[in-house]
């Protein structure tokens, strides 16, 4: 079945406000396997921080590695300065034994890695060797011999060239069979090891290049540093020498804390990918001095406290951070320091006033909800020291009464109905904003959102959170961010890689679930690094050059959502194309995103009024087979974002537009 569409675009009704290229922002996160996915770092436990998982006391991931019947394992306290834990392994000379530890893990090949190792040793352990395994054939990989030359703690630091790609590698650190032997059974024969990493040699500011080269391609924007964790986070902890900064427990997500990625390394990879970033403080056991402290870290000059703390730890000028954000779902029972809305704008304010004193040029963002209760003394208290009101939207089929006996096709329309919500909530925020001159002036910054299938405890088979019907519900939402970017300023896709249910792109084949998921590893391809559906349809939104919104008149079939339960919003006669339309800069360029949120094929005839097109206009796709299609490691370019040259005439007949679909229809002219 066809159905039939016309789409006016008034090309000469350019709005007056531009559109920020912060809306198509990304959002990092230290969630489950984030920082694992997205760093160049392939071991974990690297500083021997988590406790034993077998009998022998050796740290989390690690193993013994030794052929010895009396090798002794313990863990100790570190290094002087250091972290995390050392690990102390004893040889007994009578054994004549190889001894150490091992890892699974998975490396690229051929690669090189830089190791890096601290370690001691009785004087008579002369060297250690470092080698990566198949451990499925024995077969070496890569091996290095590493000269111990101190009794006292050094730091080492050696390549290892591994010949080939392996997904089941084991690297292993031990003191081999021929090392001197001794007869003193009290003291000797001792291995202390305070830290062993890999890092890949081709890693851009510690993140996998791979993971560099797809995030290039986003334009983001705009990348915010944020999430549940950062409420008991303290910056302090993630500056300076790495490894004398401190373990920390991720006390909202469990697991350690990645003390590898702190706010140096966020700036580094911010820049390196030429975006501004965003830094949400933590409000919920830090304090406003904390805050601004953290704000002086980042932009005071090399002569202030912080600055000159800064300058030491190797960043002589300053970042110039200009946006911050204060608290991050503190209405959320899960947040470290949630409260009641009076008591966060009491909280905001004090925040605001010690965060304006560090540097009175920074952009405040302050955390909003849908939910006008929260919002309206937020802003009565707190409206003339901020700039921004966030929201957090997250779209599924929950709020539908829906679970996964309700039919897929009534799912699927449920989750095509995100921009519904998303305009809902947006008009109701703006109503609170401007019901007051005093805080007239603040903006909506979506800084977190995605689709969310709930109930994600029975979440089985395909992850929903990536398949091409989420994309068609990011894209439409997105469409209506653009077409309310006169307040919407700034978006933050959540999140960048893995760890929250959907991240845009994927490390590997373990997809991130508090309750469900396969073991990484399972298809023996745990490091293929590619983008889901919603990773293309961010890169197309984000490359348009969009300058300016242009109104658009539609006519086209609706559907119905069945839903279940009552919502805030009315579900019937949802039309099925979502459009939103934007001319750039020179206004020789005219973008039109059509999103096809229906079941069927639609014949579109597109008419751009007041502009003279070329001949010929440019069609970007994203489609499939089915709104349940995914990129996978076994079919990463399943859903591609695809383009074709098109007749500009032929649009006066229709042009047709698949189901479950997202569009770009860029035309050159003039007006």
Same mark, same amino acid.
């Given at each position: 079945?066809?159905?039939?569409?016309?789409?006016?675009?008034?090309? !000469?009704?350019?709005?007056?406000?531009?559109?920020?290229?912060?809306?198509?922002?990304?959002?990092?996160?230290?969630?489950?396997?984030?920082?694992?996915?997205?760093? !160049?770092?392939?071991?974990?436990?690297?500083?021997?921080?988590?406790?034993?998982?077998?009998?022998?006391?050796?740290?989390?991931?690690?193993?013994?590695?030794?052929?010895?019947?009396?090798?002794? @394992?313990?863990?100790?306290?570190?290094?002087?300065?250091?972290?995390?834990?050392?690990?102390?392994?004893? /040889?007994?000379?009578?054994?004549?034994?190889?001894?150490?530890?091992?890892?699974?893990?998975?490396?690229?090949?051929?690669?090189?890695?830089?190791?890096?190792?601290?370690?001691?040793?009785?004087?008579?352990?002369?060297?250690?060797?470092?080698?990566?395994?198949?451990?499925?054939?024995?077969?070496?990989?890569?091996?290095?011999?590493?000269?111990?030359?101190?009794?006292?703690?050094?730091?080492?630091?050696?390549?290892?060239?591994?010949?080939?790609?392996?997904?089941?590698?084991?690297?292993?650190?031990?003191?081999?069979?021929?090392?001197?032997?001794?007869?003193?059974?009290?003291?000797?024969?001792?291995?202390?090891?305070?830290?062993?990493?890999?890092?890949?040699?081709? +890693?851009?500011?510690?993140?996998?290049?791979?993971?560099?080269? =797809?995030?290039?391609?986003?334009?983001?924007?705009?990348?915010? /540093?944020?999430?549940?964790?950062?409420?008991?986070?303290?910056?302090?902890?993630?500056?300076?020498?790495?490894?004398?900064?401190?373990?920390?427990?991720?006390?909202?997500?469990?697991?350690?804390?990645?003390?590898?990625?702190?706010?140096?390394?966020?700036?580094?990879?911010?820049?390196?990918?030429?975006?501004?970033?965003?830094?949400?403080?933590?409000?919920?056991?830090?304090?406003?001095? $904390?805050?601004?402290?953290?704000?002086?870290?980042?932009?005071?000059?090399?002569?202030?406290?912080?600055?000159?703390?800064?300058?030491?730890?190797?960043?002589?000028?300053?970042?110039?951070?200009?946006?911050?954000?204060?608290?991050?779902?503190?209405?959320?029972?899960?947040?470290?320091?949630?409260?009641?809305?009076?008591?966060?704008?009491?909280?905001?304010?004090?925040?605001?006033?010690?965060?304006?004193?560090?540097?009175?040029?920074?952009?405040?963002?302050?955390?909003?909800?849908?939910?006008?209760?929260?919002?309206?003394?937020?802003?009565?208290?707190?409206?003339? %020291?901020?700039?921004?009101?966030?929201?957090?939207?997250?779209?599924?089929?929950?709020?539908?009464?829906?679970?996964?006996?309700?039919?897929?096709?009534?799912?699927?329309?449920?989750?095509?109905? @995100?921009?519904?919500?998303?305009?809902?909530?947006?008009?109701?925020?703006?109503?609170?904003?401007?019901?007051?001159?005093?805080?007239?002036?603040?903006?909506?910054?979506?800084?977190?959102?995605?689709?969310?299938?709930?109930?994600?405890?029975?979440?089985?088979? =395909?992850? +929903?959170?990536?398949?091409?019907?989420?994309?068609?519900?990011?894209?439409?939402?997105?469409?209506?961010?653009?077409?309310?970017?006169?307040?919407?300023?700034?978006?933050?896709?959540?999140?960048?890689?893995?760890?929250?249910?959907?991240?845009?792109?994927?490390?590997?084949?373990?997809?991130?679930?508090?309750?469900?998921?396969?073991?990484?590893?399972?298809?023996?391809?745990?490091?293929?690094?590619?983008?889901?559906?919603?990773?293309?349809?961010?890169?197309?939104?984000?490359?348009?050059? %969009?300058?300016?919104?242009?109104?658009?008149?539609?006519?086209?079939?609706?559907?119905?959502?069945?839903?279940?339960? $009552?919502?805030?919003?009315?579900?019937?006669?949802?039309?099925?194309?979502?459009?939103?339309?934007?001319?750039?800069?020179?206004?020789?360029?005219?973008?039109?995103?059509?999103? +096809?949120?229906?079941?069927? $094929?639609?014949?579109?005839?597109?008419? =751009?009024?007041?502009?003279?097109?070329?001949? $010929?206009?440019?069609?970007?796709?994203?489609?499939?087979?089915?709104?349940?299609?995914?990129?996978?490691?076994?079919?990463?370019?399943?859903?591609?974002?695809?383009?074709?040259?098109?007749?500009?005439?032929?649009?006066?007949?229709?042009?047709?537009?698949?189901?479950?679909?997202?569009?770009?229809?860029?035309?050159?002219?003039?007006?």
């Amino acid at each position: 079945m066809t159905n039939k569409a016309n789409i006016t675009v008034d090309c !000469a009704g350019a709005s007056r406000h531009a559109v920020n290229p912060f809306l198509f922002g990304h959002f990092v996160e230290d969630i489950r396997d984030h920082m694992e996915a997205m760093l !160049a770092f392939p071991l974990k436990d690297m500083d021997f921080e988590s406790e034993s998982e077998t009998k022998r006391e050796i740290s989390g991931s690690w193993q013994a590695y030794t052929n010895g019947r009396n090798t002794k @394992y313990a863990l100790e306290a570190p290094a002087p300065k250091h972290s995390g834990r050392a690990q102390r392994i004893r /040889l007994l000379s009578d054994d004549e034994a190889y001894a150490g530890i091992a890892q699974k893990t998975a490396l690229q090949g051929p690669a090189d890695y830089k190791i890096k190792v601290v370690a001691r040793a009785s004087i008579e352990l002369k060297r250690l060797v470092v080698e990566a395994v198949d451990r499925h054939t024995e077969e070496t990989l890569g091996s290095v011999v590493i000269e111990l030359v101190s009794h006292n703690w050094r730091e080492y630091e050696a390549d290892l060239a591994v010949s080939r790609a392996c997904a089941n590698a084991e690297l292993r650190i031990y003191i081999p069979e021929d090392h001197p032997r001794w007869t003193d059974h009290v003291s000797t024969g001792m291995l202390w090891l305070d830290h062993v990493s890999l890092l890949a040699a081709d +890693n851009i500011a510690l993140v996998k290049r791979e993971v560099v080269d =797809l995030t290039r391609e986003l334009n983001a924007g705009m990348m915010r /540093l944020a999430g549940n964790y950062i409420s008991a986070y303290h910056w302090e902890h993630g500056v300076g020498p790495v490894l004398e900064r401190p373990v920390m427990y991720n006390e909202a997500w469990g697991g350690w804390t990645s003390k590898y990625f702190g706010t140096d390394e966020f700036i580094a990879f911010c820049r390196e990918l030429q975006v501004e970033p965003l830094i949400c403080v933590n409000d919920g056991s830090g304090t406003p001095e $904390e805050a601004a402290a953290w704000i002086e870290y980042c932009n005071g000059a090399a002569d202030t406290p912080m600055g000159a703390l800064r300058a030491a730890n190797g960043y002589p000028e300053p970042y110039g951070v200009k946006y911050w954000e204060i608290g991050n779902e503190v209405w959320g029972g899960w947040q470290v320091g949630t409260c009641s809305a009076e008591e966060f704008a009491a909280r905001t304010v004090s925040f605001a006033q010690a965060m304006k004193a560090a540097d009175p040029s920074i952009v405040l963002l302050a955390c909003g909800h849908y939910d006008q209760a929260w919002n309206k003394p937020v802003l009565e208290q707190a409206g003339e %020291l901020i700039d921004y009101l966030t929201l957090h939207i997250y779209h599924g089929y929950g709020p539908f009464g829906m679970n996964r006996s309700t039919p897929s096709d009534d799912r699927y329309k449920a989750i095509a109905a @995100y921009p519904e919500f998303t305009r809902h909530y947006l008009r109701e925020t703006t109503d609170s904003i401007k019901a007051n001159p005093k805080h007239a002036h603040v903006k909506i910054a979506i800084t977190e959102y995605n689709t969310m299938y709930y109930p994600n405890t029975v979440r089985k088979g =395909l992850p +929903n959170e990536h398949t091409l019907g989420a994309a068609v519900a990011n894209a439409s939402n997105l469409n209506e961010m653009l077409r309310s970017s006169d307040m919407v300023h700034i978006g933050s896709f959540s999140d960048l890689v893995n760890g929250w249910l959907g991240g845009c792109i994927r490390v590997g084949d373990y997809y991130a679930d508090q309750y469900c998921g396969k073991e990484s590893g399972w298809s023996n391809r745990p490091l293929d690094v590619y983008g889901t559906p919603t990773y293309e349809v961010m890169k197309l939104y984000a490359n348009r050059d %969009l300058k300016h919104m242009l109104p658009v008149q539609a006519n086209c079939a609706t559907f119905a959502v069945p839903a279940l339960k $009552e919502t805030p919003v009315e579900l019937n006669g949802l039309p099925e194309l979502d459009i939103a339309a934007g001319v750039n800069g020179a206004g020789d360029t005219v973008t039109v995103f059509i999103v +096809n949120r229906g079941l069927n $094929e639609v014949n579109t005839v597109l008419d =751009l009024a007041d502009f003279e097109a070329a001949g $010929e206009m440019v069609l970007y796709e994203i489609t499939g087979e089915g709104y349940d299609e995914i990129n996978s490691v076994f079919e990463p370019e399943n859903i591609m974002s695809k383009s074709r040259t098109v007749q500009t005439a032929e649009w006066k007949q229709g042009v047709p537009l698949r189901p479950s679909s997202i569009y770009a229809a860029v035309f050159q002219g003039k007006v």
